[in-house]
């Protein structure tokens, strides 16, 4: 076991991207355009941070083994294959989102972005669920 704190960072990246993503919906729904746009960049440069911060761990420490078993062992695999998936999904979906809304094309962007935000929530909380068991639920031993 390594004694990084890169983990507990990167879960606190997606759980704050999480609850900026929420409040972005929130501003959005209200008719608070200028906040949702400010909580939606966050939301990305905390996303952002977060990849950086994932990639310097794992190029150091490389993967950690779950230990958990029966069930919970394939729940864990579920989420975590999900959460990969969607991961990589997510990223070209963010930046055309994104590139609509700068662009100022709102029909075209709220057309995608019923794709792009569930999504980005999924991969947010599904990145925090991955550490709480991998870190603290089935510590590494």
């Not at 960049?41 to 230990?67: D, E, K, P």
């Not at 075209?108 to 019923?114: E, F, G, L, P, V």
Request: with cysteine; glycine share 6%.
């Amino acid at each position: 076991m390594n004694d990084s704190i890169l983990p507990h960072l990167n879960a606190t990246l997606n759980a704050t991207s999480f609850a900026l993503l929420v409040a972005g919906l929130f501003f959005i729904l209200r008719g608070r355009a200028h906040a949702h746009r400010m909580c939606m960049l966050a939301a990305l440069a905390v996303s952002g941070l977060f990849l950086i911060s994932y990639v310097i761990y794992h190029s150091q420490y490389g993967s950690v083994r779950f230990t958990g078993v029966g069930f919970v062992r394939t729940l864990y695999f579920t989420i975590l294959i999900t959460h990969v998936i969607l991961a990589v999904v997510i990223v070209p979906l963010i930046a055309v989102t994104l590139r609509r809304a700068l662009r100022g094309d709102f029909e075209r962007h709220k057309r995608i972005a019923r794709w792009t935000y569930p999504l980005w929530l999924y991969v947010s909380v599904t990145g925090v669920i991955v550490y709480l068991m991998l870190y603290r639920i089935y510590p590494p031993r």
